[in-house]
């Protein structure tokens, strides 16, 4: 397995140019990420991503977590003493409040470290990501009580957080959860049972603090009945002390295709006397704010394909260059060659390299989204800037993970038999990648949230108003020079074009003819995540181009970025008319068969 080196000029190119990272940091309470501040990050963040979490990815991914007796789970080897490095250097905390220990920076800051994380170890990264969703939630809902109890340690990261919402009978459907809270005095007792809780129970922290989904007694039907409640593993004494255990077990873990360094734990509440649970925020609201939680891990699963898109791409580079087989096409006569020359090996990795570029790039521009929609003095620009983000993050979870699974699957297509062979290390991308489209919402999900809610309920005012910015780049694209410049201008003006007429099919047909608009769905959300990131990568090579003109740029890396722009344009952008008829018509053949006839 090769090691992994972070992008970090790719990342810099992302952060500066197209995210806007100076303008995040004029906001009010971003004064400290300075360009000094964030450049020391980011080499830390590299330096211990490759040398702490990179070495165990795949010695962690064979060995696996162990239930033990006592309903304890054991990590692998070197898990326990990677996590004790990453929380020790204050990674955990970045972009969290420093009246509870944070250190108060911007989320696009953070954003290129969980970046990095991942990559170098998407199963261990995860015990991060899922605390701090549960970080979010109870900043936002908690009571001064709680905040002060859970906060400091969770964003320490000496305590773990955990979204306890789906149970064996409900799946995504959660107007089926049965688990139930019965009060009791100032606190309630938990009974049910939850699936699929990632890092529900490990051996690296010395708390895990439990978000759980549960009905009260009284809760109406369905989803409007759902209520939120913090359960610690162990309870919390009054001086911060942790006191006996909490009536929550793990019974089993799930055997799992990938991400084998985090433990997905079945957990079970109130076998005995009931866990000790306590209401966050107002009753029957849980799904509520358990969406804000969601939102955040929407965010950070979108970025894991991100990751593990680089991360089989360095993989495949790699190999290529080293493996020798078959000749030059170009001197057939000479010796046999590294499989880098190979024109079908050089589209694959062309097409690895453009989308990963793009997803990041759309991923970190989100990230400023979200940083502004909380940080902007204005309230116009705040809400416009919350309204792209609530726009982009179906899309960036959506396209950015069904990329990341594309990329790792031509990863081993480009080592060809010895991909298949799991020593290489290429197969664990693509095993690892596969649940990013499934978990935080199923690209299904994330399609039917991005036409409902983010299209046709607002007739369309947010997506019009970001290809007014397209629109905007097509113009100064217009008078760019040279051939490259224009046929990414001629590409991304025919995709977003395709783009705009599906945003207003979908919006004029969306309750007249909603079956055939639901069956398009995820081909949209496809159309909306490569149009954005050829608009992203449009401007990438704009910049490019005008820092090789102004001189003093690294040539070579400017003129690489607009050549996989171009790449990008004439394999990516070009898909766009087609996918402009699947999302209009395939409704007609998706919905034409009767049950029986499958």
């Not at 773990?160 to 009060?183: C, F, H, K, V, Y």
């Not at 629109?471 to 074009?497: F, H, N, W």
Request: with cysteine.
């Amino acid at each position: 397995m090769s090691d992994y080196i972070a992008p970090l000029q790719d990342i810099r190119f992302a952060l500066n140019e197209l995210a806007g990272l100076a303008r995040i940091a004029e906001l009010p309470g971003c004064e400290e990420a300075t360009p000094e501040m964030v450049d020391a990050i980011l080499d830390e963040a590299a330096k211990i991503s490759a040398g702490v979490l990179a070495p165990i990815n795949k010695s962690g991914d064979a060995e696996g977590c162990k239930l033990e007796p006592g309903f304890h789970v054991r990590t692998p080897a070197g898990c326990k003493e990677a996590y004790r490095q990453f929380i020790e250097g204050g990674w955990n905390g970045l972009n969290f409040p420093q009246e509870f220990g944070g250190q108060g920076l911007p989320k696009l800051v953070a954003t290129p470290v969980m970046e990095m994380a991942m990559a170098a170890n998407l199963g261990l990264s995860l015990c991060s990501l899922l605390t701090g969703g549960a970080i979010e939630a109870l900043l936002r809902y908690g009571t001064d009580a709680q905040k002060q109890t859970y906060l400091p340690n969770m964003i320490a990261g000496t305590w773990s957080g955990t979204m306890n919402l789906t149970e064996p009978q409900a799946g995504s459907d959660l107007s089926l959860i049965r688990s139930r809270a019965q009060p009791e005095g100032e606190h309630h007792r938990i009974y049910g049972q939850k699936i699929f809780i990632t890092h529900g129970e490990h051996d690296m922290v010395d708390n895990i603090i439990h978000l759980v989904l549960a009905r009260t007694p009284d809760a109406p039907e369905g989803v409007k009945g759902i209520s939120l409640f913090v359960v610690p593993k162990f309870l919390v004494n009054a001086d911060g002390s942790l006191g006996r255990r909490n009536d929550v077990r793990c019974v089993s873990l799930e055997h799992k295709l990938g991400i084998h360094t985090s433990p997905t734990a079945v957990l079970a509440y109130g076998d005995e006397e009931g866990a000790i649970g306590y209401l966050v925020g107002a009753e029957n609201r849980g799904l509520e704010y358990m969406f804000v939680m969601m939102n955040e891990a929407r965010f950070a699963v979108g970025l894991q394909g991100v990751a593990i898109a680089d991360r089989a791409y360095q993989h495949a580079v790699a190999y290529a260059k080293e493996r020798i087989q078959g000749k030059d096409l170009a001197n057939p006569a000479g010796k046999s060659v590294s499989i880098i020359h190979h024109p079908d090996i050089r589209r694959m990795l062309m097409s690895m390299r453009a989308l990963t570029e793009s997803t990041r790039a759309v991923a970190y521009v989100t990230g400023a989204a979200i940083d502004r929609a909380h940080g902007e003095p204005d309230p116009a620009a705040r809400e416009a800037a919350r309204a792209f983000a609530d726009f982009m993050i179906p899309i960036h979870k959506g396209w950015a993970t069904e990329a990341g699974v594309e990329v790792a699957n031509l990863g081993i297509q480009v080592h060809g038999g010895m991909g298949f062979v799991e020593e290489t290390g290429a197969a664990q991308y693509l095993r690892d990648a596969r649940i990013t489209t499934i978990y935080e919402g199923t690209t299904g999900i994330q399609a039917n949230d991005l036409i409902g809610r983010k299209t046709a309920r607002e007739g369309g005012k947010t997506a019009k108003a970001i290809i007014a910015q397209m629109q905007g780049l097509l113009e100064q694209l217009a008078a760019a020079p040279g051939g490259d410049m224009q046929a990414i201008r001629s590409a991304l003006a025919e995709a977003v074009a395709a783009f705009e007429s599906c945003v207003d099919w979908i919006v004029a047909n969306f309750r007249s003819d909603t079956l055939a608009v639901h069956a398009g769905a995820v081909p949209f959300l496809k159309l909306a995540g490569i149009v954005c990131g050829g608009w992203q990568m449009a401007r990438a090579a704009l910049i490019a181009q005008q820092q090789l003109a102004a001189g003093g740029a690294d040539a070579a890396f400017c003129s690489a970025k607009i050549a996989t722009t171009r790449f990008y344009a004439d394999t990516f952008l070009a898909q766009a008319a087609g996918l402009r008829h699947t999302v209009m018509c395939t409704g007609a053949g998706a919905m034409a068969l009767t049950e029986q006839q499958f």
